[in-house]
């Protein structure tokens, strides 16, 4: 069967792939477009690891068909920093060590990215349920959610500090 | 699986009627983990996100129109589809992590038809009409008349929904739905419970609907619920009377979930509860 064409832009540059109609988004990013951040852990929607934001909105991509990204923007964990300074959770993730294995934490970053994105400033119990979607078996949570919340306050500072 | 995404509801309806092998999805949040646990792919997926009317969520006149495929997250998000419709804004909110809320619809929350669906009690309450488009046009039939079983539903070959209509609740009116779970997120409900509730102008109750999720094969109204409550006052005894009324009306079953004896407690405490919501959301104005 004859392949589909896929047009987007991913972490800012335009992007074509070809794929199977069938194929998952995740598996188009990973094998034609050699992006290997997102992880696949359940491949139904249940824990996260596959997070990327598709036109601004947080998805497993795991759960897209990948000629669903046609015209679309795509981010993915590759796209989170600027250049090779660090996003603020990525560091904050550093600094609290709240990844171990490291499989579940691009989902963490992009679904953190998305949280703080629409709310600057969470509650600890609005982390949790922002992150309820991604699941972690190593760190028992903790770390994560106080490496959120460390970089909220760490991007609320310097935004402060740029406007003055 | 080839895959198309038309732009209006006449092309998948045409699609359907032509190719036998052809399903819609929006979300493909439950299309997706079915195809994993071995299910057959469909032949052709038609994908319809791309059609606005089904993504578009308006206030026509007095009547909410919901698209079939608007994912759950644009339902939370607006104010006055939830200052309308709380319980049914709130049932949708629960269906879910954020990542599959920006995907999940009621649409196929209804079509997948699960017994334990979180929206269907809460659209069947209020009265939801589900728009119906299929080869021989559009109708228009009750949410209630739509699941026949587990997995199945009154849908003809080359149906589809397009779209929900409600109409916004009278003054004094507003509704609720409060499920069980085990843990507060991420999981398929042991049993579910959807009312809406008006008063008069004294607080006694002028009409109620009450309807039960994850307790039988669809879901289930409890009629017995306005015999006790039309009247009178919503307190210890009458609330009382509603939790045996949605007892005996539910006709669940034993699973991994729950038993038989549990989800019976549960569902009378669960439609109290979303009574004395309702009714609290009532007395504060409700709707308009």
């Known amino acids: 069967?004859?392949?589909?064409?896929?047009?987007?832009?991913?972490?800012?540059?335009?992007?074509?792939?070809?794929?199977d109609a069938?194929?998952?988004?995740?598996d188009a990013l990973r094998d034609e477009m050699r992006l290997m951040g997102a992880k696949e852990g359940c491949g139904t929607g249940d824990c996260g690891a596959c997070s990327?934001?598709?036109?601004?909105?947080?998805?497993?991509s795991c759960l897209i068909f990948a000629p669903e990204a046609d015209g679309a923007t795509i981010v993915t964990v590759e796209g989170i920093a600027a250049g090779d300074?660090?996003?603020?959770?990525?560091?904050c993730f550093l600094e609290g060590a709240a990844l171990q294995c490291g499989v579940c934490t691009p989902g963490f970053i992009v679904a953190a990215k998305a949280l703080?994105?629409?709310?600057?400033?969470?509650t600890e119990t609005e982390v949790r349920y922002a992150l309820a979607g991604n699941l972690c078996r190593c760190t028992g949570y903790d770390k994560i959610i106080r490496s959120v919340l460390a970089a909220a306050a760490r991007i609320t500072r310097e935004t402060e500090e740029v406007l003055g | 699986m080839r895959y198309t995404a038309p732009t209006s509801v006449a092309e998948v309806a045409a699609l359907l009627g032509t190719d036998p092998e052809a399903r819609v999805f929006a979300g493909a949040t439950d299309l997706v983990p079915q195809m994993r646990a071995g299910r057959p792919e469909p032949g052709l997926a038609v994908d319809l996100k791309k059609i606005v009317r089904l993504m578009d969520?308006?206030?026509?006149?007095?009547?909410?129109?919901?698209?079939?495929?608007?994912?759950?997250?644009d339902l939370t998000a607006n104010a006055a589809l939830s200052a309308d419709l709380p319980g049914l804004v709130h049932a949708a909110g629960l269906i879910g992590s954020d990542q599959i809320q920006n995907r999940a619809s009621l649409g196929g929350n209804l079509c997948n038809a699960s017994p334990a669906a979180d929206s269907v009690p809460a659209l069947v309450v209020n009265d939801a009409r589900a728009v119906v488009a299929g080869p021989a046009g559009e109708r228009t039939v009750p949410v209630l008349d739509i699941p026949t079983g587990p997995g199945r539903t009154s849908l003809e070959p080359g149906e589809f929904v397009v779209e929900f209509l409600i109409d916004r609740p009278p003054a004094r009116t507003s509704d609720a739905y409060l499920r069980l779970i085990p843990r507060t997120e991420m999981d398929i409900a042991v049993v579910g419970a959807a009312a809406r509730l008006s008063l008069d102008s004294d607080g006694n109750c002028a009409a109620v609907a009450?309807?039960?999720?994850a307790v039988a094969p669809t879901v289930v109204l409890v009629p017995a619920a306005s015999e006790v409550l039309i009247g009178g006052p919503i307190d210890d005894a009458s609330l009382a009377a509603v939790a045996r009324a949605a007892g005996d009306a539910a006709n669940p079953i034993d699973d991994k979930r729950g038993t038989v004896t549990y989800r019976r407690q549960v569902a009378g405490v669960?439609?109290?509860?979303?009574?004395?919501?309702?009714?609290?959301?009532?007395?504060?104005?409700g709707g308009q």
């Open chain 2, 270 to 285: 669960l439609a109290k509860r979303a009574v004395t919501e309702a009714a609290g959301r009532a007395g504060n104005g």
């Open chain 2, 210 to 213: 009450i309807a039960l999720g």
């Open chain 2, 57 to 73: 969520v308006s206030l026509d006149g007095g009547t909410w129109r919901i698209g079939a495929a608007a994912p759950t997250a």
């Open chain 1, 85 to 91: 300074d660090l996003h603020p959770l990525q560091q």
């Open chain 1, 116 to 122: 703080l994105d629409r709310n600057p400033d969470p």
């Open chain 1, 52 to 60: 990327i934001l598709m036109d601004g909105r947080l998805q497993c």
């Open chain 1, 22 to 26: 069938g194929e998952s988004l995740l």
């Open chain 1, 1 to 19: 069967m004859s392949r589909t064409h896929v047009s987007c832009n991913i972490n800012g540059d335009d992007a074509e792939f070809l794929c």
